[in-house]
């Protein structure tokens, strides 16, 4: 399949996990592929994988300042988007008497203020037609405990793609969300946790999930793929919770 031939694609937070999988993906089916991420040594690796004329511009997720040079850098080279997958965020789990401002400010700027900034400065250069895909999580739903701020982070992401979609519809420009369950991604071990409270933390999550496993990056990246793709033209504003059940407990 090559649903993405001639099509540009942006993928913030590309240089690792759900965002290099979805990427590669996109890649793949003929697209264009735009990754952003903070760690230059990763964002030249990832963009090795995803052909010649990728481009990998390292940007900070919860800057407004880096938001908009990203749309400046774009526009100057006169870069229109079919597609933008607003992949990039942070989970710091802690329980409600450890949790302080700095870890309030930096979820709620990377999961929340950045990505909607990023869409404002982006909206200039859709393309009729073009797709948003949020990446939220199903922690917005369950009540997981340690995951509070976090979960409303994810919350309110999840919220504007109504609110969004509604604004930027009459641009032609539909918006939807992906909400992954436990994934085997490199974000696990980012949560401050020892291996031994890492692996208990994991085993405790599997045994919750119906399905009996984690989840893979190619699973949601089929996801996200869909809802950019034309196939989904009657999805709008909607979220596809990909959990392998564990929700519905």
Same mark, same amino acid.
């Given at each position: 399949?090559?649903?993405?031939?001639?099509?540009?694609?942006?993928?913030?937070?590309?240089?690792?996990?759900?965002?290099?999988?979805?990427?590669?993906? &996109?890649?793949?089916?003929?697209?264009?592929?735009? #990754?952003?991420?903070?760690?230059?040594?990763?964002?030249?690796?990832?963009?090795?994988?995803?052909?010649?004329?990728?481009?990998?511009?390292?940007?900070?997720?919860?800057?407004?300042? %880096?938001?908009?040079?990203?749309?400046?850098?774009?526009?100057?080279?006169?870069?229109?988007?079919?597609?933008? &997958? #607003?992949?990039?965020?942070?989970?710091?789990?802690?329980?409600?008497?450890?949790?302080?401002?700095?870890?309030?400010?930096?979820?709620?700027?990377?999961?929340?203020?950045?990505?909607?900034?990023?869409?404002?400065?982006?909206?200039?250069?859709?393309?009729? +037609?073009?797709?948003?895909?949020?990446?939220? $999580?199903?922690?917005?739903?369950? +009540?997981?405990?340690?995951?509070?701020?976090?979960?409303? =982070?994810?919350?309110?992401? /999840?919220?504007? %793609?109504?609110?969004?979609?509604?604004?930027?519809?009459?641009?032609?420009?539909?918006?939807?969300?992906?909400?992954?369950?436990?994934? =085997?991604?490199? /974000?696990?071990?980012?949560? +401050?946790?020892?291996?031994?409270?890492?692996?208990?933390?994991?085993?405790? /999550?599997?045994?919750?999930?119906?399905?009996?496993?984690?989840?893979?990056?190619?699973? /949601?990246?089929?996801?996200?793929?869909?809802?950019?793709?034309?196939?989904?033209?009657?999805?709008?504003?909607?979220?596809?919770? #990909?959990?392998?059940?564990? $929700?519905?407990?």
């Amino acid at each position: 399949m090559n649903r993405f031939e001639g099509k540009t694609v942006l993928v913030t937070g590309g240089n690792s996990g759900i965002g290099l999988t979805t990427a590669q993906a &996109f890649a793949a089916e003929g697209a264009r592929v735009v #990754i952003t991420g903070r760690d230059e040594a990763s964002l030249a690796a990832a963009r090795a994988t995803l052909g010649a004329d990728a481009l990998a511009i390292r940007n900070d997720a919860g800057s407004i300042a %880096a938001a908009r040079d990203l749309a400046r850098q774009l526009g100057a080279q006169d870069i229109k988007l079919d597609a933008l &997958f #607003i992949n990039a965020g942070i989970a710091r789990f802690a329980p409600l008497s450890d949790i302080e401002e700095t870890l309030w400010d930096q979820t709620f700027n990377t999961n929340v203020k950045g990505p909607f900034f990023q869409i404002q400065t982006l909206t200039p250069l859709f393309n009729q +037609g073009a797709s948003i895909v949020l990446n939220g $999580s199903i922690n917005a739903h369950i +009540g997981m405990p340690a995951s509070s701020v976090y979960a409303a =982070s994810k919350a309110a992401l /999840i919220s504007l %793609a109504k609110t969004l979609s509604a604004e930027l519809l009459p641009r032609g420009v539909r918006v939807n969300v992906v909400s992954p369950g436990p994934v =085997s991604t490199p /974000i696990y071990g980012k949560l +401050g946790l020892d291996d031994e409270t890492l692996a208990n933390t994991a085993a405790q /999550i599997k045994s919750q999930i119906p399905l009996g496993r984690f989840g893979t990056p190619n699973e /949601i990246a089929a996801t996200v793929l869909h809802l950019a793709s034309s196939e989904s033209g009657f999805i709008v504003g909607t979220e596809i919770v #990909i959990d392998g059940g564990m $929700s519905q407990l």
